[in-house]
């Protein structure tokens, strides 16, 4: 699977993003996708996670109300609503694969990992 971000930029404080990740390959409706983030000079955090149907998500405590997971098999696409966006959400946003029955957190039990997308939020 390969997996390309999409959709970052500069927006002020209050304002939305849209983030979009497309896959290639047949077999993307079987993986559990993820997004994680990266803010400079931090480690790589994991943000919200979808399952293979999207019936089921999970986000982490700082974005969850601000940010919605989803995903389109039709299209080979999962996406990240991104809300009231605060100057802490600066970060290069990353979309991954896990072969994994569940959503996962852990970074290394994501198979495929796509290229980062920028999101700036000025203040």
């Known amino acids: 699977v390969q997996l390309q971000a999409s959709g970052g930029g500069l927006v002020q404080a209050g304002g939305s993003l849209r983030l979009s990740c497309a896959a290639s390959?047949?077999?993307?409706?079987?993986?559990?996708m993820g997004w994680f983030r990266q803010a400079p000079g931090k480690e790589r955090e994991f943000v919200a996670g979808i399952t293979w149907d999207g019936g089921i998500t999970y986000y982490t405590d700082s974005v969850k109300g601000r940010f919605t997971i989803s995903r389109d098999n039709d299209k080979n696409t999962v996406y990240l609503q991104m809300n009231s966006l605060k100057p802490e959400d600066t970060a290069v946003y990353y979309c991954?694969?896990?072969?994994?029955?569940?959503?996962?957190?852990?970074?290394?039990?994501?198979?495929?990992w796509g290229r980062g997308t920028l999101v700036t939020v000025s203040s």
């Open positions: 390959g047949r077999t993307f409706s079987s993986y559990v």
């Open positions: 991954a694969a896990s072969s994994r029955r569940w959503i996962t957190a852990f970074q290394g039990e994501y198979d495929f």
